[in-house]
């Protein structure tokens, strides 16, 4: 067991959970960005309620929600990392796995700040519904991320962890992965949109979304085509979006200033801090529950 605050010990043992060589292409990487994505996505900014504070994915309410299906396999894989480490809180365990996927994956430094808590808020309990739906548009895409209080740039920059990981047939139904390394942080995603055709597929379970198989592998060789969700579609058919999606295609570099910025700033929301970044603890301030 590490001395309490020893984030640089959480850090070293959620990089030896990250090999997996049995699951998915070989890293729990991905899945750990989109849990603390999840984890954080679902602020509202106008009630000041939902983020990662609670870590409420633990309790049937929010970890049951059909947007977060697959999202257990996180859980447990960074369960051994908080028997070894029982004084951090889920909810800043689940933050940190993202950060340090994201750079061990080849990804930028992202800043994170300790402090969150697990304490349960009943009056900041968010409701379902919150977390982007990937069937949907633009304007779908405005309506969540301007309510966690982001702009255009910023949707864009976040869409761009479908560098990572894969859809699921049997979590959210959509199949097969957005680039070829999926386990590779790089501005790819936004290089093979533009440029790549993507062809309107309907899966097997009736879920649409966008494929591209190279049409010059020969037969025996196929690989698993590649895929865009419609929401991922829509940021080529928005003038506001595609402006990004072009920027981020060209300037690697950029893209990584960017994402690191607003993967740091997801993972904040809803976390009040005084002015030398230590949280201020609101626990107990209203009545709430532990289970
Ligand atoms: Fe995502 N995402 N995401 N996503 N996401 C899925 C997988 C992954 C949407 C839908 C899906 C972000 C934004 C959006 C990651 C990170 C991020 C899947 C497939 C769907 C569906 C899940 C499954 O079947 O396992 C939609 C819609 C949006 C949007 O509207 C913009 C953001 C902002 C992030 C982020 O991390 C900043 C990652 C990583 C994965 C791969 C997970 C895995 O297990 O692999």
Same mark, same amino acid.
């Given at each position: %067991?590490?001395?309490?605050?020893?984030?640089?010990?959480?850090?070293?043992?959620?990089?030896?959970?990250?090999?997996?060589?049995?699951?998915?292409?070989?890293?729990?990487?991905?899945?750990?960005?989109?849990?603390?994505?999840?984890?954080?996505?679902?602020?509202?900014?106008?009630?000041d309620t939902g983020g990662s504070n609670g870590a409420g994915m633990r309790y049937e309410a929010e970890g049951g929600d059909p947007a977060n299906a697959g999202l257990q396999v996180a859980r447990a894989f960074l369960e051994p990392v908080k028997e070894r480490h029982p004084w951090i809180t889920y909810s800043d365990l689940w933050t940190l796995a993202g950060v340090v996927a994201v750079k061990e994956m080849g990804g930028p430094d992202v800043k994170?700040?300790?402090?969150?808590?697990?304490?349960?808020?009943?009056?900041?309990?968010?409701?379902?519904?919150?977390?982007?739906?990937?069937?949907?548009?633009?304007?779908?895409?405005?309506?969540?991320?301007?309510? %966690?209080?982001?702009?255009?740039?910023?949707?864009?920059?976040?869409?761009?962890?479908?560098?990572?990981?894969?859809?699921?047939?049997?979590?959210?139904?959509?199949?097969?992965?957005?680039?070829?390394?999926?386990?590779?942080?790089?501005?790819?995603?936004?290089?093979?949109?533009?440029?790549?055709?993507?062809?309107?597929?309907?899966?097997?379970?009736?879920?649409?979304?966008?494929?591209?198989?190279?049409?010059?592998?020969?037969?025996?060789?196929?690989?698993?085509?590649?895929? %865009?969700?419609?929401?991922? %579609?829509?940021?080529?058919?928005?003038?506001?979006?595609?402006?990004?999606?072009?920027?981020?295609?060209?300037?690697?570099?950029?893209?990584?200033?960017?994402?690191?910025?607003?993967?740091?700033?997801?993972?904040?929301?809803?976390?009040?801090?005084?002015?030398?970044?230590?949280?201020?603890?609101?626990?107990?301030?209203?009545?709430?529950?532990?289970?």
């Amino acid at each position: %067991m590490s001395q309490s605050g020893d984030y640089d010990a959480v850090r070293k043992d959620i990089v030896a959970q990250l090999k997996k060589p049995d699951y998915d292409d070989g890293s729990a990487g991905p899945v750990f960005v989109r849990l603390a994505w999840h984890s954080a996505g679902t602020y509202d900014v106008a009630s000041d309620t939902g983020g990662s504070n609670g870590a409420g994915m633990r309790y049937e309410a929010e970890g049951g929600d059909p947007a977060n299906a697959g999202l257990q396999v996180a859980r447990a894989f960074l369960e051994p990392v908080k028997e070894r480490h029982p004084w951090i809180t889920y909810s800043d365990l689940w933050t940190l796995a993202g950060v340090v996927a994201v750079k061990e994956m080849g990804g930028p430094d992202v800043k994170w700040l300790p402090g969150r808590t697990d304490f349960v808020d009943d009056s900041k309990l968010p409701p379902r519904g919150r977390l982007p739906d990937a069937a949907q548009g633009a304007d779908h895409l405005r309506h969540i991320f301007y309510r %966690m209080g982001f702009n255009d740039q910023e949707i864009v920059a976040l869409s761009g962890a479908h560098n990572l990981g894969r859809g699921h047939k049997d979590r959210s139904g959509f199949d097969g992965p957005w680039v070829n390394n999926p386990t590779r942080f790089s501005n790819q995603y936004f290089r093979l949109l533009l440029n790549l055709e993507w062809k309107p597929t309907t899966l097997s379970n009736g879920v649409k979304q966008f494929n591209y198989s190279d049409p010059d592998a020969p037969a025996d060789e196929k690989e698993e085509p590649l895929m %865009m969700l419609p929401t991922d %579609m829509s940021l080529l058919s928005d003038s506001s979006f595609l402006l990004w999606v072009k920027k981020y295609a060209d300037d690697k570099d950029l893209f990584f200033q960017h994402f690191a910025d607003v993967f740091g700033k997801l993972l904040e929301l809803g976390i009040k801090r005084d002015d030398k970044g230590s949280v201020i603890n609101t626990d107990n301030v209203r009545g709430g529950y532990v289970s």
